[in-house]
């Protein structure tokens, strides 16, 4: 570096007004690109980086600008350009951001995957398997196949929507299938505990060490710690060439949801442990809630990240259900991410009264009058056309 420094004001001639103009030309484009990808969440993966080269930047303008030494003008120049090489590289990631996609090599070429098969959703709730039966029986005497997911279930907090996602996961809580919980607003202990009290409900004499094997096959990705924690968190290890470790208790991954490409590499690696299960038939996926997820990350980004996994999870016939809080995102995010479910449910009040629609179902667009206990108020008119 010194030998360099030495050729370079042997040969060079320096002008210190010129370098200055250089630096602060360079620092000004810089400052500007720098601060676009700050803006875009998507980027976050590069922030702290851009925030050193950005310090270091504008330190050795500052000194450009101070000093009259040619050797130390030249050698600041150099640093500065060194830190524009490294800023250009970050600069061609962003521009040529790939898309999200899973590897290959892990998810696409294991044959398990071929296992994997259709199960119709069971909510155990009256007016969900209700409209689910009728579209299904709709299906049947048309000879049509039935497919449901990706289902997104749009509603506020009066509905208690987690009890939904909570009851659509319990058939899969078993040695032959897998569970995919994403928790953007809720601790991970808390879905732990409520996924336990489903298994000791359906067995009241179930032992700890059996309530443990049922959820051998679940894997949280807790998105929530991450953005209310300031201490480190404990890093979760899931060996996955032995899935059924007892040595494994905690199947957390702990992700930040302002990265969705982060999120998809964690989908992916929960997928790769469930996957080594040759037994497993059934794979379950929740996103809860979709709405804090698209709050905190980049727009663009996230709507990329959830095409690809809708695509992928009816293509294999993943069971996915995702919660949407009404009236959280824009008319247009929300009318567009609801065009790539298969079934839509909306929770609402219409009149002040609490209401049940549907849309993506053979029958059509229909309404129910309901409670919130998900019972039907006039069991003689069911269904009608939603007006």
């Avoid at 993943?318 to 009404?326: A, G, V």
Wanted: hydrophobic fraction near 40%.
């Amino acid at each position: 570096m010194t030998a360099l420094m030495i050729g370079i004001s042997s040969l060079v001639t320096v002008d210190s007004s010129a370098i200055n103009d250089i630096g602060n030309i360079i620092t000004s484009v810089l400052t500007l690109l720098i601060g676009y990808a700050l803006t875009r969440r998507a980027y976050i993966r590069w922030r702290k980086q851009l925030y050193c080269y950005l310090c270091v930047l504008w330190i050795s303008v500052i000194i450009i600008n101070l000093t009259l030494v040619p050797d130390l003008l030249i050698s600041l120049l150099f640093i500065t350009l060194v830190i524009v090489a490294l800023l250009l590289r970050i600069f061609y990631h962003i521009i040529c951001l790939e898309l999200i996609g899973f590897s290959k090599d892990t998810v696409e070429s294991n044959k398990n995957i071929t296992n994997i098969k259709l199960s119709p959703p069971e909510f155990n709730m009256e007016c969900l398997d209700k409209v689910i039966e009728s579209a299904k029986n709709q299906a049947t005497d048309a000879k049509k196949q039935f497919h449901p997911y990706p289902i997104i279930l749009a509603a506020d907090e009066s509905w208690r929507p987690w009890q939904v996602a909570e009851n659509l996961v319990s058939p899969y809580l078993n040695e032959e299938s897998g569970v995919i919980y994403f928790t953007f607003a809720r601790p991970h202990e808390k879905i732990k505990k409520a996924l336990e009290d489903k298994i000791k409900k359906s067995n009241e004499n179930a032992n700890k060490k059996w309530v443990e094997n049922k959820l051998k096959n679940v894997v949280i990705i807790d998105c929530y710690k991450k953005l209310t924690s300031e201490k480190k968190e404990k890093k979760y290890h899931i060996n996955l060439n032995r899935p059924f470790d007892p040595i494994v208790k905690e199947p957390v991954l702990i992700a930040d949801p302002r990265n969705p490409h982060l999120l998809n590499k964690k989908y992916e690696e929960a997928l790769q442990r469930i996957l080594k299960n040759k037994k497993c038939s059934k794979i379950c996926v929740v996103y809860d809630s979709l709405s804090d997820f698209l709050c905190f990350t980049d727009r663009e980004i996230a709507i990329q990240y959830l095409r690809h996994n809708m695509y992928w999870e009816e293509k294999h016939n993943i069971s996915s259900l995702y919660i949407l809080r009404l009236g959280t995102l824009d008319k247009l995010y929300e009318e567009y991410l609801l065009w790539f479910a298969n079934v839509v449910i909306y929770l609402e009040n219409k009149n002040g009264k609490p209401v049940m629609r549907t849309s993506g179902l053979l029958s059509g667009p229909t309404c129910t009058d309901i409670n919130y206990n998900f019972e039907s108020i006039n069991k003689n008119h069911f269904d009608y056309t939603y007006s």
